[in-house]
């Protein structure tokens, strides 16, 4: 239950709350870089949503409750304020809420409209598989084209073997697809990454990122924003509403 009580406490605060902002700039006590972390360790909470059938009709009907900062079709905000979600791995969006859910990954604006109160599982999962299929048309927040070769270059060396060629990220392995994605949120991950204050990230990937400069962190995210999107597979196929996550097989 000790997993609990922050997103408890977070989902009773106001909004904009001084205590709400110090949590926000405070690591998470249970994620990265504290002794308790182990990358993905599959918290019950997403062990459970993952074994549910989600149905894209019905979560396209529950995002109601995110779309306020997230839009009706998944876009964010091109300034990267609210990431774009269109698109994302249906077992990423599944492991992105429940890790906030449990004080992983602190994300205070967020918590009280995707606490237990506000979604349940099968919401979750609703909304994961309406979001994977989910297709946005308009243009994503790109940065200032200035050094895109510096860019593609570091990507190659240091990124691909988990995010992919075209960042398209993979579903089987949760990694996030991270193509057209906003240059903000990008730019914005990759400091919280580097600087160890986002509350879940990879140990391999923390460590690929230590040589890089201010600058190179701002190459990586203007390439990476500028990739063509919409490239990961759509779980749910046209015509198609009820999916079972595929990385179920796989499950304790
Ligand atoms: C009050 C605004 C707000 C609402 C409402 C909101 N979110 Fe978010 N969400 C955010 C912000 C801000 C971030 C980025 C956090 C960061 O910068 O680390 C985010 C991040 C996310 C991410 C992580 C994306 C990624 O690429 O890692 C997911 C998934 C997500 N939200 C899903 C949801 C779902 C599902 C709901 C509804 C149940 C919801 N959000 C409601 C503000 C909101
Ligand atoms: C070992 C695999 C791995 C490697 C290597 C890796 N990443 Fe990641 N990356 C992840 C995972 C996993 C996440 C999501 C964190 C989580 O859920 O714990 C992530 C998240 C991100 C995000 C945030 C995406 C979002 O939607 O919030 C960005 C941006 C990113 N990675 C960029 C990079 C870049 C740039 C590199 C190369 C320097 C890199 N990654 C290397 C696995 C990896």
Redesign the pocket.
């Known amino acids: 239950m000790k997993l609990l009580s922050l997103t408890v406490l977070l989902a009773l605060l106001p909004m904009g709350s001084a205590l709400a902002d110090a949590v926000d700039a405070a690591k998470s006590p249970q994620g990265y870089g504290s002794k308790a972390y182990v990358w993905n360790r599959m918290n019950p909470e997403q062990i459970d949503v993952l074994r549910k059938s989600g149905d894209a009709a019905r979560g396209r009907e529950a ?1 109601r ?2 779309s ?3 839009k009706p079709d998944g876009f964010g905000l091109i300034d990267g ?3 774009k ?1 269109a698109g ?1 791995h249906a077992a ?2 599944v492991k ?2 429940t890790d906030v859910r449990a004080g992983i ?1 602190a ?1 205070p ?2 918590a009280p ?2 606490s237990r109160h ?2 349940n599982t099968q919401e ?1 999962a609703d ?1 994961a598989v309406f979001l994977a299929a989910q297709r946005t048309a308009r243009e994503n927040g790109k940065g200032p084209g200035e050094r895109l070769s510096r860019g593609e270059e570091l990507y190659k060396k240091g990124c691909t073997t988990c995010h992919g060629e075209r960042g398209q990220g993979s579903e089987a392995r949760i990694y ?1 697809a991270v193509a057209a ?1 906003h240059y903000g ?1 990008l730019l ?2 990759l400091e ?1 990454i580097k600087g160890g204050t ?1 509350g879940n990230a990879h140990p391999r990937m923390v460590r690929a990122l230590r040589g890089y400069s201010a600058g190179d962190l701002a190459a990586v995210a203007d390439y990476l924003s500028r990739m063509p999107g919409g490239e990961p597979t759509p779980v749910v196929q046209a015509g198609e509403t009820v999916n079972d996550f595929p990385v179920v097989a796989r499950l304790p």
């Open positions: 995002f409750a995110c306020g900062c997230h304020t609210y990431p979600l994302q990423v969006i992105q809420v990954r994300n604006k967020m409209f995707a506000a979604v979750i909304i996030p994605q949120y914005r991950e919280h986002r």
